[in-house]
């Protein structure tokens, strides 16, 4: 089974500030790694598909890169909407696997 | 557009049962795999499990193995888990999700387990 590890688990940054969030594999996923955002009480949204793909209606503040073991997620210039948790995930043998998570916070 | 809506959630005793639905919509639901994945309170995303898109191949995390069951029902277009000997530790947010990477998931059932 792929283990996803995530760092930092928690990122305090202010409005305006550039966010960069990892996700490391423990063995090669190739680009088949996606990003969610996820807001108390809510589902968690797609954010980036493929390891850089913007999914639909994603602003593009929001990119990805990354490719093999690691991944990173950056947001440019966060908006206040954009304080939430960010999981990566990635669909191997069938199953899915998640990280554990960044949570985004408001410094 | 896809739509999935899950149903069945509830408070139920230890040890006992409760089924899950996920009525899918909006995409050809015979012809994918499909998840379900829970959320417990304040904590991260984990796999419970997947069928294919025929229901030949059903796969499970171990910590639900023996316990719970996936099916779906193709002629409804729905997707279903069966959860039996329910523990304090399966507490959480269900949410079926379509196979792929496409971020086609549910809003979720809660799921209590308490006396």
């Known amino acids: 089974e792929i283990v996803l590890t995530q760092s930092p688990a928690t990122l305090s940054l202010s409005p305006g500030e550039r966010a960069t969030l990892s996700c490391r594999a423990s063995q090669s996923v190739s680009s088949y790694l996606a990003w969610y955002q996820q807001k108390p009480g809510q589902a968690p949204r797609l954010l980036i598909y493929d390891a850089s793909n913007r999914a639909t209606g994603i602003p593009a503040r929001f990119s990805g890169s990354g490719s093999g073991t690691d991944f990173t997620l950056t947001i440019s210039s966060l908006e206040p909407e954009d304080f939430a948790v960010y999981y990566c995930?990635?669909?191997?043998?069938?199953?899915?696997?998640f990280g554990q998570g960044t949570r985004l916070e408001i410094k | 557009q896809v739509q999935l809506v899950e149903s069945g959630g509830g408070v139920v005793q230890p040890g006992r049962s409760l089924r899950l639905s996920c009525a899918a919509s909006?995409?050809?639901?015979?012809?994918?795999?499909m998840h379900w994945v829970r959320q417990a309170p304040g904590k991260g995303l984990e796999w419970v499990a997947v069928i294919s898109y025929d229901g030949s191949n059903k796969y499970y995390a171990d910590s639900v193995k023996g316990r719970f069951t996936i099916s779906r029902d193709n002629s409804k277009n729905t997707l279903y888990l069966q959860m039996n000997s329910l523990r304090a530790e399966d507490t959480a947010v269900y949410y079926c999700a379509k196979d792929g990477m496409t971020g086609d998931w549910g809003q979720g059932t809660l799921v209590t387990v308490s006396s």
């Open positions: 909006g995409f050809t639901f015979s012809s994918y795999g």
């Open positions: 995930q990635q669909r191997s043998n069938w199953l899915f696997t």
